[in-house]
T-cell receptor, first 116, second 110 residues
Framework: DTGVSQDPRHKITKRGQNVTFRCDPI?????LYWYRQTLGQGPEFLTY????????KSRLLSDRFSAERPKGSFSTLEIQRTEQGDSAMYLC??????????????FGQGTRLTVV | DAKTTQPPSMDCAEGRAANLPCNHS???????VYWYRQIHSQGPQYIIH???NNETNEMASLIITEDRKSSTLILPHATLRDTAVYYC???????????FGTGTRLQVFP
């Protein structure tokens, strides 16, 4: 399968612990996005990369959150000192920029984080 | 990005056409209408997008009104597997992020 892959699918952690999620985009896609989704809501944009450059960050991305895409391929999203309010589904998506309009974004299955 | 308004939920009988409306009265000239859907516990899935002409693909048809202030996603023969939350999104051609609302929860029943 050459779709967007996220790992782990589920994560339970104690409040105050650090967690890291990984996203492997579709191989030829140069753009990668992170979203967060809470129950009953649509996904909320967090940040996106073009190749290894982080081009935009949402105000939702507090200083406890950091995302990297070191070689322009896979990306990691780390949450430090987790809080119960961080419990959500974290979605990764990728797309290709070809000309003035990107291709559509393809999403992974997400990582469901539960902070207890 | 322009805001969209969708009904929170809709029902549709299996085999019938599902018509999902979306209002985007503040859409501007360079903004596209995108539709995604999200089946329970999965990531959103792209369905279709358009600028001003009607569009059709293997999944659905998109009808955009002439003034572009509203659109309708049509699933011509709904199946139980089409049960999902459907999101209508207005996106500028030079914006990479998608701004999701709360969508329409479509329930297809036998």
């Amino acid at each position: 399968d050459t779709g967007v892959s996220q790992d782990p699918r589920h994560k339970i952690t104690k409040r105050g612990q650090n967690v890291t999620f990984r996203c492997d985009p579709i191989s030829e896609h140069n753009r990668l996005y992170w979203y967060r989704q809470t129950l009953g809501q649509g996904p909320e944009f967090l940040t996106y990369f073009q190749n290894e450059a982080q081009l935009e960050k949402s105000r939702l991305l507090s200083d406890r959150f950091s995302a990297e895409r070191p070689k322009g391929s896979f990306s990691t999203l780390e949450i430090q000192r987790t809080e119960q309010g961080d419990s959500a589904m974290y979605l990764c998506a990728s797309s290709s920029s070809t000309g003035p309009l990107n291709t559509e974004a393809f999403f992974g299955q997400g990582t469901r984080l539960t902070v207890v | 990005d322009a805001k969209t308004t969708q009904p929170p939920s809709m029902d549709c009988a299996e085999g019938r056409a599902a018509n999902l409306p979306c209002n985007h009265s503040t859409i501007s000239g360079n903004e596209y209408v995108y539709w995604y859907r999200q089946i329970h516990s999965q990531g959103p899935q792209y369905i279709i997008h358009g600028l001003k002409n009607n569009e059709t693909n293997e999944m659905a048809s998109l009808i955009i009104t002439e003034d572009r202030k509203s659109s309708t996603l049509i699933l011509p023969h709904a199946t139980l597997r089409d049960t999902a939350v459907y999101y209508c999104i207005v996106r500028s051609y030079n914006t990479d992020k998608l701004i999701f609302g709360t969508g329409t929860r479509l329930q297809v029943f036998p």
